[in-house]
């Protein structure tokens, strides 16, 4: 059985399927690559990177949070084995964010030539990677909603630059299906897509659902799972439908992963990403202010709170959502966005 923050996915064919890997015939022809992420919203290739850097990176990185209670840390940290004990959240972000992410071991993964080369190859020109990289891991058993990544497509979040932004889902680590990888919804991109040049997409949207088989229902599509293999990544484009499944795992093994963004320089960049991902709770508001008066305010006063924490991780970003909110100076519009954020983002785990 397989759930996605609790919600049970309906087995039927006509709602499960597999994601279909790029063959080897196409893996060098840049017009058959192109012709099938836009047929099918993705890029499966398997055995991409290196699997043997992939278990150095996911080694390191939990021997880093060793002394966090999220791993045992008694066990090979290579493994990655759930820790019992209770997360010291000052800890894990202390490793996070002052020494994991601005590790030269996360710059080699993440903007190594392997992954950066093939960028530029496939974009055809000049890349930038965008600076907010996230890092994720899943114990076993951690459920409810709001722990596995909820049913949405990436433009909403990256709105405020181009639409031409390709995201690479990068498993750091084996990734059988219970562990909780990532799942598609089949060719979902063309009806977002159609959906957003008609402006009839209810907005401003965060994640869509959690209610994964409520939404194939809904639209009479499929998720696409896979056992996920160390070396293996996705390369998405902006408007397919994705989420995560729960980690469901017995043998006690952590979901690692991570996802990046790469576009073309020459195209512009959403403001926002050119943070790093310490600052998420910070910036997550503004997707949802509409009022184009109070996005250019808050927009600019947001700017002056970054740039003075820049390289500064906060311990407790607990009242980021609350600065945010002091920026926003209508108070309708604060109390709207108020209420948005507390959906979206501060909904009661069932867990
Ligand atoms: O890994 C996850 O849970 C979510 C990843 C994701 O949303 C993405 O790669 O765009």
Known sequence: MYTSNGYVLDESPSRLGQLEPVPAEERDD???LWRRLRRDGY???TGFLDPQMIAEFRRFYFA???DTGVVDPDADPGLGLAGGAEI???ALRRALYDRIIPSPEYEALVQGPRVREWFRWFLGEDVALHKRRILRHTQPGEGGIGTATQAHYDLVYLREGTDRVLSMWIPLGDCPI???GLTYLERSHHRVLEEERNG?????VASITADLPGLADRHDERWLITDYAAGDVVVH???IVHAALDNVAVDGVMRLSTDIRYQRVSEPIDW???HDESQEVLLNGFQFLTDPVERARVKTALEAVLAQREGNTSEDPSGDFDIFLSLIEDETERERVAAAIDAEYRRPSKG
Do not use: K, N, Q, Y
């Open 178 to 180: 219970e562990r909780g």
């Open 88 to 90: 010291d959240r000052a």
């Open 43 to 45: 890029l499966f290739l």
């Open 200 to 204: 009839t997409l209810p907005t401003p």
């Open 272 to 274: 926002r990403w050119e």
């Open 30 to 32: 840049r017009e058959a």
């Open 64 to 66: 880093e949070l060793r």
């Open 237 to 239: 484009s902006a408007h």
